[in-house]
Nanobody
Framework: QVQLVESGGGSVQAGGSLRLTCAPR??????MAWFRQAPGKEREGVAT???????TYADSVKGRFTISRDNPKNILYLQMNSLKPEDTAMYYC????????WGQGTKVTVSS
């Protein structure tokens, strides 16, 4: 009955911003992450965060994306700024490191 529900995706122009939300149900994990998968490509890690707020980022998004979490509400966020067309992908929330649980994804499209 564990469920991770992502939201906040959409279509934006290059340079725009989006904030993704992951709302876990029936789970709390000290380790959470965002992954993404572009059409025809393998899933890749985007950012991770632990229970203390310590985070890591893929080089491709460093300086543009910020991962955060609201522990009392058990919500995970991904703030995405200065979006580029190459950021276009399905974005997935994941719990545990390495992940044991995955959301269904939210689509992000960045136009040129």
């Amino acid at each position: 009955q564990v469920q991770l529900v992502e939201s906040g995706g959409g279509s934006v122009q290059a340079g725009g911003s989006l904030r993704l939300t992951c709302a876990p149900r029936a789970i709390y994990s000290p380790y959470m992450a965002w992954f993404r998968q572009a059409p025809g490509k393998e899933r890749e890690g985007v950012a991770t965060i632990d229970n203390t707020g310590s985070s890591t980022y893929a080089d491709s998004v460093k300086g543009r994306f910020t991962i955060s979490r609201d522990n009392p509400k058990n919500i995970l966020y991904l703030q995405m700024n200065s979006l580029k067309p190459e950021d276009t992908a399905m974005y997935y929330c994941a719990a545990d490191c390495p992940p044991n649980y995955w959301g269904q994804g939210t689509k992000v499209t960045v136009s040129s």
